[in-house]
T-cell receptor, first 112, second 113 residues
């Protein structure tokens, strides 16, 4: 079956612009997660959705970051007024159980 | 809070060598432990997991044993192949319902022919 998909695969944007990153989870997976992977660092948790609600937003680094999920499916991560330190690979994962998360290929964001 | 410490890479091995990547953790309660692998140009994949003490996770010739007494989950493989070249992440999830997964920094493995 289809895995987690993310779009775009690559995004180059100018500092100060807004960007939207999209995640399509595996059909039927109720939980959805966003992570950030920066060069030389591990995976940084950003936000978790259960259905359409986000019980854990503790990883969002600033109020420039926001995310929503609609219909218990697609999720969008929005970064406003991008900064160079936002450059990273943004990973989305979904899961049916509390243990195993399935990851998408990621979106590589470069802020110039 | 929860944390995972894994050895820094890169690790370079010859084909058929023995691999160990160390991982230790800090967590309250009884977490579940994971190894994820990221092959070049691909997304993260779950390699193996162990959900309670003394469990051994295994997959594709890799093994890791959940050692609560030493809070460790070291990854081992008896004979690595070039195709095992990837970045390996140790991770944990707390017990009881939803718990976000905490990842280590990743260890890059390069296997040379």
């Amino acid at each position: 079956g289809a895995g987690v998909s993310q779009s775009p695969s690559n995004k180059v944007t100018e500092k100060g612009k807004d960007v939207e990153l999209r995640c399509d989870p595996i059909s039927g997976h109720t939980a959805l997660y966003w992570y950030r992977q920066s060069l030389g660092q591990g995976l940084e948790f950003l936000i978790y959705f259960q259905g359409n609600s986000a019980p854990d937003k503790s990883g969002l680094p600033s109020d420039r970051f926001s995310a929503e999920r609609t219909g218990g499916s697609v999720s969008t991560l929005t970064i406003q007024r991008t900064q160079q330190e936002d450059s990273a690979v943004y990973l989305c994962a979904s899961s049916l159980t509390e243990y195993e998360q399935y990851f998408g290929p990621g979106t590589r964001l470069t802020v110039t | 809070g929860n944390s995972v410490t894994q050895m820094e890479g890169p690790v370079t091995l010859s084909e058929e060598a023995f691999l160990t990547i160390n991982c230790t953790y800090t967590a309250t309660g009884y977490p579940s432990l994971f190894w994820y692998v990221q092959y070049p140009g691909e997304g993260l994949q779950l390699l193996l997991k162990a959900t309670k003490a003394d469990d051994k996770g295994s997959n594709k010739g890799f093994e890791a044993t959940y050692r609560k007494e030493t809070t460790s989950f070291h990854l081992e493989k008896g004979s690595v192949q070039v195709s095992d070249s990837a970045v390996y992440f140790c991770a944990l999830a707390g017990s009881g319902g939803y718990q976000k997964v905490t990842f280590g920094i990743g260890t890059k493995l390069q296997v040379i022919p």
